[in-house]
């Protein structure tokens, strides 16, 4: 291969999928992000119309991923032309908390997208986190082997976090929101970064970072052996861990107009905006 193509075509190797609703269209689609995330090519054209049909067919996906960009027959769409939605749009959450060992089980919800709105008391409490995607299903069981749970988890995605009403009523740090999808099996970030972004003008704002470990797929596969005691993993499920806080950056609500951001190394960002 000569050309263009030539430099991008290694950086494909990692799949970035998202959801988004074209403008003047009230469908959700299925898109491809090319590598400088500046377009989405939708995947309509290839019979994907859900994400449980995209991690179906994520093997294809993986291996065709840039004759998908640069194809003919593709249809694709700038940032500016579409709105994203959450990547995994219903899903159900396993959650590990840092400051809890005991994991929780959340049923299916609406998620918020890249570009959504939080309150300001949700945006106070605002935790980073890190999710990886069940692909395939898992039988309840009291042992899963590592091979096993490689194939399964599919994928990764940034996560945004704050506290939920539980079944007891107390509040649970639970997913509030998701970035796009990414593919980089045996392969995830060091670290996640939370970013308070003051309201332009606004030099007293609440502009600072928090870098946080990232954690490990050891801890991903113990998060899922003890979900896998009581519950079969499906595809969609999200696994996710909140990773420790030595101390939180501001427990004041954030003033309208600001920003919520949480990034990792080859996930992206996922921005909220502050009402």
């Given at each position: 291969m000569t050309g263009p193509a030539t430099d991008v075509a290694p950086r494909l190797s990692t799949l970035r999928l998202v959801c988004f609703v074209p403008h003047e269209r009230d469908a959700v689609h299925v898109g491809l992000l090319t590598p400088d995330a500046q377009r989405v090519v939708d995947l309509l054209h290839l019979g994907i119309t859900d994400i449980t049909e995209a991690f179906e067919r994520l093997q294809m996906l993986r291996q065709a991923a840039g004759a998908i960009i640069h194809g003919a027959a593709s249809t694709s769409f700038a940032m500016r032309e579409v709105h994203l939605v959450a990547s995994v749009p219903l899903a159900r959450s396993v959650v590990q908390d840092s400051n809890d060992s005991t994991p929780r089980f959340a049923d299916p919800a609406t998620l918020h997208g890249p570009g959504g709105h939080l309150g300001r008391i949700e945006s106070a409490a605002a935790r980073p986190g890190l999710a990886v995607v069940v692909g395939d299903t898992i039988h309840a069981t009291h042992d899963c082997a590592d091979d096993v749970l490689q194939r399964a988890l599919i994928g990764s995605v940034v996560v945004l976090g704050w506290p939920h009403h539980g079944a007891s009523g107390a509040p649970e740090l639970r997913p509030g929101a998701v970035g796009p999808f990414v593919a980089v099996p045996r392969r995830r970030p060091e670290s996640v970064m939370l970013t308070r972004v003051a309201p332009v003008g606004d030099i007293d704002g609440p502009d600072a970072q928090q870098i946080l470990t990232a954690p490990g797929d050891a801890q991903f596969f113990a998060l899922a052996r003890a979900a896998l005691r009581s519950h079969t993993?499906?595809?969609?499920?999200?696994?996710?861990?909140?990773?420790?806080?030595?101390?939180?950056?501001?427990?004041?609500?954030?003033?309208p107009g600001s920003w919520v951001r949480v990034s990792a190394p080859g996930l992206g960002t996922l921005s909220l905006a502050v009402r």
């Open positions: 993993l499906r595809p969609g499920d999200l696994l996710t861990i909140f990773p420790a806080v030595a101390s939180p950056s501001s427990d004041a609500p954030m003033a």
